[in-house]
């Protein structure tokens, strides 16, 4: 089994999701920087957050071109396994890997707080030990976290169930109070058609020790695990 | 505040035209626009050798009433200065233009 | 020479004659300039150093005392902290956001600049009146500054103060603090090392940045046109963050022997300071510097004070690997020149000499002044004030919920929750509480983090301010249960030559060297801002101490939130207070005036060590500081921190205003299980430490009360809706 | 990649003529525009009651080295429509002038 955290120019919570599964984990783990082309066959690739190219454009606009982006497109339409967070996900959706755009917070401020994330559906290999409207403790930090897509756009992810996780009270109701940042449907994660590609803004990789105040971010990881072990994920 | 109030009295007698004022915010030239370094890097990278002096601001629409196009232009200007843009690291430049012409 | 070109370089004459008597000639304009920038109070310290060597600066685990980029203290197990607290009030009166954003990226560059990971960020401001537009313009834009350059190179901001007194409201104080780690052996020190080392510059392009003061008489300038007026100097995150990759990449894999960060005074300093400490000279070319703007002059080059760069001596057979790591990230680098033997720094441009200076004279040839200093009046006017006619006008429960709502002591979550305190994912304890507590993946150790300081009292009386900001933000790292082990501090004061403002700047000092020499706690780095006036009118002198603290086991750190039902909650420590100065008087009865409690530094010595006992002991739940607004906003506070009601019996007092607001050092509430009781007493006693027991953690309301009268009771929606709604109303 | 090849070839080639590029981003109409709402509340709050309709977006300048203004019209929609703005949720136009015209 391996695992790669891709290091773009900028990016800043690869040290965090490296060290998680390294060191909490007991993963092999390595990081793929920014210039580079993906040789080994990885389980799963994480695009982890941080302010690629300061975020400057839109977050993740310039990363996305990244010539390690190629092969990571590559790698998605083989059916490997990709993980974005945050910032992640914000080059997962620039990069057209999945549906919508992440912009400016509704409220226009970078937030930095712990929410709840209402599990929406555990047919992925990113929630597939989750039971559905579990609420996971997860925090989030980010300025783009306001999720858009068109309407036709978000009829189809609910059709295919490509809505994991929407933030939540503590109770999981999913209620505007609960948004931390505008986006629509209070998405907070969502998944590609294939389901092996994946995007959230909270950091499930901060949310891997008792002693940071809490574990529910492995979760995501533990089902990733539970998928491979089972011999990957075969779409249905 | 005065200012204002003038205008502000200005737009309630007379005004009932409609403009579209754009103004375009931009960093002083001596300023470093990291955004600007950064975008034009990118814009290299994917082959647009021929590309410089990229330089990143702020674009502004808005629609305003006012009795004519000298009183529209000398609020957008005023607005300008004193909220769209921050003098002490921008300037500014705007167009007006009569709605619906 | 005119006389006229050093006085408007801020030179005096007396200063300009010593000039000329170091180098041995008159030097030119451009020399002249890098004069006028090191000798400025800002790099020279002058009319502080003085005051300065008050400061214990040494302790068995001092590795580096003031004099580097910063500090660096022995933290065991071959490992090292670093850390310093820096300025930058000025420019964010200016431009807030560009002002606090690089700010917050100068004090990081000092910390990886001596080898050491950036963990943490901290910082302490002051502003006016939020009732003013301005200010609140300023606040929101020092904030989203703060947040705009921590956030992006993803070192969380983990701790911090803010106050409001409309004595800052021109002149906003914005510190930043930055605390790094590493291992003790691959310190590297701002030295250009080695005859015929190569000089090297990485990072961002230089540009006319913030070359201030520099207002040329001469012919060749005089047509400065409007493009070439000093720029506010803008950040650069990104670049900054990758800066500091590859700057630790080079120092992991020993590629350099000497590293120094362009901060005030840009080139100048780093070549005069690196080549002065090392005892050598440097020799550059300045067509060698990269530069962003057309037609630059030698003396803006070496003046400018342009962001994201860095200064490197290299040996030259490590040129080329040093080159691939910044080659990694696509980041410049440029040879300027090489180290000499010489002690001279010399610079060429198009091919002639155009600086020659003795290092030295530049760097270190300042003249120390002992200005004067005088008793201002208002100190004993204002001393006595009797603040025991002030009642709290409409009840206890009234003022203390105008207490709650005060912006000095409500909820900043308002500004904190804009910035990461999580990143690195080593936050234990991130703003919030009594001290942030990081946990070092390294050792398995934890560091406790504190910044502190109260202009209010510090005015009222500089001496016993100076002692309390330092006994304070060692009380706080205590609270969490570590163990102090070293202070920064950032002495923010008015304009020195003024003798009632150099008494007040000595007086804090003195005031904070013995406390510091009492702790034991020495000062390893720090910083000076003098003239933060206004039209004449000075901030509060406004001490601000950074302290950082040792804990064996971040596990076991101490909250300040209420546990359980039926936890006790006692008062550890001197029950004397007074309201002279108090946050009570500010809020509730307008007034700054008043005589302060006192201190007993050997009392809180002992104290501190014993509430860290107790912590290590695993006997406490919750143990906060008394500070602003005293016992009952620290009662409130750790109510609402543990969402805990508490019913607290404060016996027979006759007076109550002084009980619940009165303030002094010295006092701790703790809260523990009931079954602890009889060894926290015994615990205490041992030290002979008052303990006071004041009640029980209950469901949901706060009732205090006096010989059977409820004389307060608050439900803890009405204490959250004015301790954490106030930012959000005023700010948006 | 292709495009952009051939885009590179072709200012080689041929082109010595300057022209620069003023392109303008802004969020599409459904989309929400909280930056706008803000500014057009706080331009309320000073007293432009005459205001509406505030968006706002993005502001890029760049000179760039084409063989003929039709060419250079060309790269700068694609670089538009490639990087300086997500078709997702942003629109863009842009004009183009000679430079040192
Ligand atoms: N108030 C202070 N207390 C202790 N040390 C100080 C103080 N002010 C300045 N220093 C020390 O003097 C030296 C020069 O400070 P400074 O010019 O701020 O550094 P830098 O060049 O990194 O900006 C540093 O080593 C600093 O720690
Ligand atoms: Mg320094």
Redesign the pocket.
Same mark, same amino acid.
């Given at each position: 089994m391996k695992f790669g955290v891709v290091v773009f120019p900028g990016s800043n919570c690869d040290l965090d999701a490296y060290h998680l599964l390294k060191d909490v984990l007991n993963l092999p783990v390595e990081y793929i920087y920014y210039n580079q082309k993906i040789v080994n066959n990885y389980d799963l690739i994480i695009l982890p957050g941080g302010f690629t190219y300061g975020d400057y454009l839109r977050s993740g606009a310039i990363a996305r071109f990244s010539p390690v982006m190629d092969t990571i497109v590559d790698f998605a339409e083989r059916g490997g396994l990709i993980l974005g967070i945050c910032n992640g996900f914000q080059v997962l959706t620039e990069a057209g890997l999945l549906p919508g755009a992440l912009y400016r917070n509704s409220h226009l401020q970078f937030r930095c707080e712990k929410v709840y994330l209402k599990v929406e559906n555990n047919n992925s290999p990113f929630t597939v030990i989750a039971k559905e409207g579990d609420v996971l403790k997860i925090p989030v930090a980010h300025g783009d976290g306001n999720y858009y897509a068109d309407p036709a756009t978000l009829k189809e992810l609910e059709n295919n169930k490509q809505i994991l996780f929407r933030y939540c009270d503590q109770e999981g109701n999913v209620t505007e109070q609960a948004n931390p940042n505008g986006s629509l449907l209070n998405i907070a994660g969502i998944c590609n058609s294939k389901r092996n590609v994946a995007g959230m803004m909270p950091h499930p990789e901060r949310a891997g020790e008792a002693l940071l105040g809490s574990t529910d971010g492995l979760v995501i990881f533990k089902s990733i695990l539970k998928s491979l072990e089972r011999g990957g994920w075969t779409d249905g | 505040m005065k200012h204002i109030v003038k205008y502000f009295v200005a737009w309630r007698g007379e005004s009932n035209l409609q403009f579209i004022a754009k103004v375009e915010v931009t960093l002083k030239k001596a300023v470093l626009d990291p955004q600007g370094v950064a975008v034009e890097n990118s814009l290299k990278a994917l082959g647009y050798n021929n590309t410089s002096g990229v330089r990143v601001g702020k674009y502004i629409e808005l629609t305003l009433e006012a009795g004519n196009s000298k009183d529209a232009a000398l609020q957008v200007e005023e607005m300008s200065r004193r909220l769209l843009s921050n003098p002490v690291i921008e300037d500014f430049s705007y167009t007006i233009q009569e709605a619906g012409r | 020479m005119d006389n006229v070109a050093w006085r408007e370089l801020g030179l005096t004459d007396e200063e300009y004659r010593m000039i000329v008597e170091q180098v041995g000639r008159e030097p030119n304009l451009t020399e002249l300039n890098m004069y006028s920038v090191m000798w400025s109070e800002?790099?020279s310290?002058k009319h502080?150093r003085s005051s300065?060597s008050l400061?214990p600066?040494c302790g068995p685990r001092v590795i580096q005392?003031?004099?580097?980029?910063?500090?660096v203290v022995d933290i065991g197990d071959g490992w090292a902290v670093v850390f310093?607290i820096?300025s930058h009030n000025h420019p964010s009166a200016i431009e807030p956001y560009q002002g606090a954003a690089t700010g917050v990226g100068?004090i990081l560059?000092?910390i990886f600049?001596m080898g050491a990971q950036p963990v943490a960020f901290l910082n302490s401001l002051r502003f006016g009146d939020l009732e003013d537009p301005r200010v609140r313009y300023l606040f929101d834009g020092v904030v989203a500054g703060i947040g705009g350059y921590g956030n992006c190179v993803g070192i969380p901001t983990v701790a911090g103060e803010i106050y409001f007194d409309p004595c800052y409201s021109g002149n906003p104080l914005v510190n930043a603090m930055c605390v790094g780690v590493m291992p003790k052996d691959s310190l590297v020190l701002g030295k250009a090392c080695g005859i015929g080392n190569l000089v090297i510059l990485v990072g961002a392009r230089t540009g006319r940045d913030g070359i201030h003061g520099v207002t040329f008489a001469s012919e060749e300038l005089s047509e400065e046109s409007e493009e070439k007026r000093p720029a506010v100097q803008v950040g650069d995150p990104f670049l900054g963050k990758l800066l500091m990759d590859a700057t630790l990449e080079t120092i992991r894999k020993s590629l350099v022997c000497g590293v120094q960060?362009f901060?005030?005074?840009g080139l100048t300093?780093a070549l005069t300071?690196t080549a002065s400490r090392a005892g050598t000279g440097i020799e550059i070319d300045l067509d060698q510097v990269p530069l962003r703007e057309e037609g630059m002059q030698p003396y803006e080059i070496l003046t400018s004070e342009s962001q994201e760069r860095m200064l490197l001596i290299v040996e030259p057979g490590k040129l080329a690997e040093v080159e691939k790591v910044f080659q990694r990230w696509e980041l410049p680098l440029a040879v300027l020149g090489k180290v000499t033997s010489d002690g001279n720094v010399v610079a060429l441009y198009r091919g002639e000499k155009v600086v020659e200076l003795p290092a030295d004279s530049v760097a270190g040839g300042a003249p120390a002044y002992n200005p004067e200093y005088r008793e201002p009046v208002y100190y004993n006017e204002l001393a006595k004030f009797d603040p025991s006619v002030m009642p709290p006008p409409g009840g206890f429960g009234k003022a203390l919920l105008k207490l709650l709502s005060s912006p000095d002591v409500a909820s900043k979550e308002w500004a904190w929750r804009r910035y990461d305190y999580s990143v690195r994912t080593c936050t234990v304890q991130g703003p919030g509480g009594e001290a942030a507590v990081i946990r070092l993946r390294e050792t398995g150790k934890g560091l406790a983090l504190s910044v502190d300081g109260n202009g209010r009292l510090t005015y009222l009386n500089p001496y016993i301010g100076g002692m309390m900001a330092v006994a304070e933000a060692t009380r706080n790292l205590s609270c969490v249960g570590a163990e102090p082990i070293g202070i920064?501090?950032?002495?923010n004061f008015g304009n020195p030559e003024k003798p009632e403002i150099f008494w007040q700047f000595r007086q804090a /000092?003195t005031g904070m060297a013995e406390a510091c020499r009492e702790l034991e706690v020495p /000062?390893?780095?720090?910083?000076?801002s003098f003239y933060n006036e206004v039209e004449g009118e000075a901030i509060y002198p406004t001490?601000v101490v950074g302290a950082v603290g040792l804990l064996d086991n971040p596990e076991k750190a101490c909250s300040n939130a209420l546990g359980s039902e039926g936890d006790l909650i006692c008062l550890l420590g001197a029950p004397e207070v007074s309201l002279g100065g108090s946050q009570y008087l500010k809020s509730c009865c307008n007034k700054v005036a008043g005589r302060l409690a006192d201190i007993d530094l050997q009392f809180e010595k002992r104290l501190q060590e014993k509430l860290r006992l107790l912590i290590a002991e695993e006997l406490l739940v919750s143990a906060r500081d008394l500070s602003d607004g005293g016992l009952s906003v620290a009662l409130a506070e750790s109510c609402l921190a543990g969402n805990r009601g508490a019913v607290i019996d404060l016996g027979r007092m006759d007076n109550l205003v002084m009980q619940l607001f009165g303030e002094g050092p010295s006092r701790i509430l703790i809260s523990f299980k009931p079954g602890n009781r009889d060894k926290i007493v015994m615990l205490s006693k041992e030290s002979s430490i008052p303990l006071t027991f004041l009640g029980i953690a209950i469901e949901n309301t706060l009732i205090i009360k006096s010989d059977d009268d409820i004389i307060l009771k608050l439900s803890l929606d009405e204490m959250k809706e004015a301790y954490g709604e106030v930012f959000s109303c005023i700010m948006g």
């Open positions: - | - | 800002h790099c310290y502080s300065l400061f600066t005392g003031p004099g580097e980029n910063a500090g310093k820096e100068g560059r000092d600049t960060d901060g005030g005074a300093c300071e920064t501090d950032c002495l /000092v /000062v390893v780095g720090g910083n000076v001490p």
